[in-house]
């Protein structure tokens, strides 16, 4: 199943090849889980079938659909961090081939977020003046990467988050585990992921006993609950937002916008909160939570890092939790 915004993308292709009125080069940005790789599977169907159609049936398809088409190139980083420069060099003498079984040669160039100003301006010339039966889709989590003479040269596509309902119709759960979808905020890949990842459960339940034995037991310490996140070091962002969702939720729970609560199986520990906390303690909670992801992205020391973020949540429960509660 495509979302909404993934049909529009592939009615565009399909309109613009049967117009013969493609561009010749497409970014497609979402954030990975987002179904690039999956829209292109789609996308890459309407270059190689005999009845335009994307049938998955003819020749041509089913060429596509095994990697065989010889028109149709992917390249990717692989298990690299960036491309290699080499790796584009090649990349560009196979784009001056001409077509063998199509009209249009495709190249389909994968995390394309991953390539460096070198290969990008090695890029620049074939893509600013390309063949004629050329045709780039570039993938990207985060147009940040891409230089602005790229930029300039493409169509940027954007996917969206999936609306709940469209996560709902793609992947069907059981309605004790609504809260992934909730979790995913629109993200179809994270969701297919940790609604199927029994370690993940495990660790949600974890990370919410964690921070309520914190919040409602000063003999639960820093240490503690320094010595439960670093533990879990290898899914820490997971742990934060975790963390930090269910205070959101408390808020809510608080502020009676009960209808928003994510965690919906998890009412009882958050009245729990709700009532040993002020509504500005929770506020504060949450804040100070949501500062330490961006202080792990500057590769600060993880443990003095978590253990600095309780420090301030014991103050901020001692000063502020249990007075004037809202």
């Not at 169907?45 to 020749?59: D, I, N, V």
């Not at 991953?114 to 993938?139: D, H, M, R, S």
């Not at 729970?253 to 009245?271: C, M, P, S, Y």
Request: aromatic share 8%.
């Amino acid at each position: 199943m495509l979302s909404s915004q993934q049909q529009k993308i592939l009615v565009h292709f399909e309109n613009a090849i049967a117009a013969d009125s493609l561009r010749h080069a497409y970014i497609i940005e979402g954030e990975k889980g987002m179904g690039k790789k999956y829209l292109c599977d789609r996308i890459q169907l309407y270059f190689a079938c005999h009845t335009g159609r994307a049938c998955g049936e003819c020749s041509g398809c089913k060429s596509a659909q095994i990697g065989a088409n010889p028109d149709i190139i992917r390249v990717s980083n692989g298990d690299k961090k960036n491309y290699e420069i080499d790796s584009v060099r090649a990349l560009i003498k196979k784009v001056y081939e001409r077509p063998i079984v199509s009209s249009h040669k495709l190249i389909i160039i994968q995390n394309a977020h991953a390539l460096g100003k070198i290969c990008q301006n090695a890029l620049l010339k074939v893509i600013e003046e390309p063949p004629p039966y050329a045709v780039f889709i570039l993938l990207c989590d985060n147009l940040s990467t891409i230089l602005p003479t790229v930029l300039s040269r493409v169509m940027v596509m954007k996917l969206s988050m999936w609306s709940e309902d469209e996560l709902r119709a793609c992947h069907a759960l059981d309605r004790a585990d609504d809260f992934f979808y909730g979790y995913a905020m629109g993200n179809i890949g994270t969701l297919i992921s940790v609604s199927s990842d029994e370690g993940f459960r495990q660790l949600r339940k974890d990370a919410i006993g964690v921070l309520c034995a914190f919040a409602k037991n000063s003999e639960y310490g820093v240490y503690d609950a320094t010595e439960f996140w670093t533990k879990n070091k290898e899914n820490i962002h997971d742990v934060i937002n975790i963390t930090a969702l269910f205070l959101r939720d408390v808020i809510f729970f608080k502020t009676g916008q009960k209808e928003l609560i994510v965690n919906k199986d998890e009412l009882a520990r958050i009245k729990n909160l709700s009532d040993l906390l002020c509504l500005g303690a929770c506020l504060k909670m949450t804040e100070t939570v949501g500062n330490i992801a961006s202080g792990i992205s500057r590769n600060e020391n993880l443990s003095m890092a978590v253990q600095t973020m309780f420090m301030r949540l014991r103050e901020v429960i001692n000063d502020r939790g249990k007075r004037n509660k809202v």
